[in-house]
């Protein structure tokens, strides 16, 4: 098993900026990329972007693009979101997930986090 806690979130205003914080625990060999998916109401829960392990590949969605970074802290275990220019599309409970597929790293799940921007 592998145990997921973040950290971050709230509340933003359109414009700015929050941070996201993943730390992975227990069998952390047995997965190959982290990564956050995010879900509104009423909409699917769907991945915003991904890393590998090593933090040589990563993925975006098109919706985040050029202004959220995903890094890596292998120090940590652990991976960080960097949300700049937020929009109020970005309203959602974000998830942080672990897997063996980088465009699906969905075997295990963080709690989740609310992030609200309002203008």
């Known amino acids: 098993q592998v145990q997921l806690v973040e950290s971050g979130g709230g509340l933003a205003q359109a414009g700015g900026s929050l941070r996201l914080f993943c730390a992975a625990s227990?069998?952390?060999?047995?997965?190959?990329?982290m990564g956050w998916f995010r879900q509104a109401p009423v909409k699917e829960r769907g991945l915003i972007t991904a890393i590998t392990w090593s933090g040589a590949r990563s993925y975006y969605a098109d919706s985040v693009k050029r202004r959220f970074t995903i890094s890596r802290d292998n120090t940590k275990n652990a991976v960080y979101l960097q949300m700049n220019s937020l929009k109020h599309g970005d309203t959602a409970g974000y998830y942080c997930a672990a897997g063996k597929l980088l465009l699906h790293p969905a075997q295990y799940w963080g709690q989740g986090t609310q992030i609200t921007v309002f203008s």
């Open positions: 227990g069998r952390t060999f047995s997965v190959h990329a």
